[in-house]
């Protein structure tokens, strides 16, 4: 069970505005939500899958261009 109390929200430091993702890394587990939305959904990632997608975003996979 994760302790919320204790959970450590990080923002990106371009983010300057209330239209934020949070990540937290909690128990070996990486942990996203929206910033306008703290109590709602919380998604859950394994590490290997979290390096996959920061991986993909580093290199271009997610871009629309």
Not at 31 to 59: H, I, M, N
Request: hydrophobic fraction near 40%.
């Amino acid at each position: 069970m994760i302790d919320w109390a204790e959970t450590r929200w990080r923002r990106a430091k371009r983010c300057t505005g209330g239209n934020c993702v949070e990540v937290a890394k909690v128990g070996g587990r990486y942990l996203v939500r929206d910033s306008k939305a703290p109590a709602g959904v919380v998604l859950s990632f394994t590490e290997a899958e979290w390096l996959a997608f920061t991986d993909g975003v580093k290199t271009g996979d997610f871009s629309f261009e």
